[in-house]
């Protein structure tokens, strides 16, 4: 079992930056994991992966370049930052996981999501 709780959400301007957390209790050790965002009328999309024993990342085309992904082993925290945002960028955010060694791009492939946290990019 994986309990994620995700944090730093908020209100932004747009070219400014956020970084959003996902504290995970359990066992991360075994685990993939990986953000997503869903914005109203629109299906969840992939935005960022992680392999978390091996730290290997990837990101989605439409962040590449302005978000990067990381994680804390110590502290069983992975982390999103966020810079250069845009208005397109507005969504709820979500963390997850699966048992797993590497990340996939499919919401459907991870058991374990967090609750979400709201990123709000104004024009």
């Known amino acids: 079992q994986v309990q994620l709780v995700e944090s730093g959400g908020g209100l932004v301007q747009a070219g400014g930056s956020l970084r959003l957390s996902c504290a995970a209790s359990?066992?991360?050790?075994?685990?993939?994991m990986g953000w997503f965002r869903q914005a109203p009328g629109k299906a969840r999309e992939f935005v960022a992966g992680?392999?978390?024993?091996?730290?290997?990342?990837y990101s989605a085309d439409s962040v590449r370049g302005r978000f990067t992904i990381s994680r804390d082993i110590a502290k069983n925290t992975m982390f999103l930052q966020m810079n250069s945002l845009k208005p397109e960028d507005t969504a709820v955010y979500y963390c997850?996981?699966?048992?797993?060694?590497?990340?996939?791009?499919?919401?459907?492939?991870?058991?374990?999501w967090g609750q979400g946290t709201q990123v709000t990019v104004s024009s």
């Open positions: 997850a996981a699966r048992y797993a060694r590497d990340y996939t791009e499919r919401p459907n492939d991870y058991a374990y």
């Open positions: 359990g066992r991360t050790f075994a685990s993939s």
């Open positions: 992680l392999s978390w024993s091996s730290g290997t990342t």
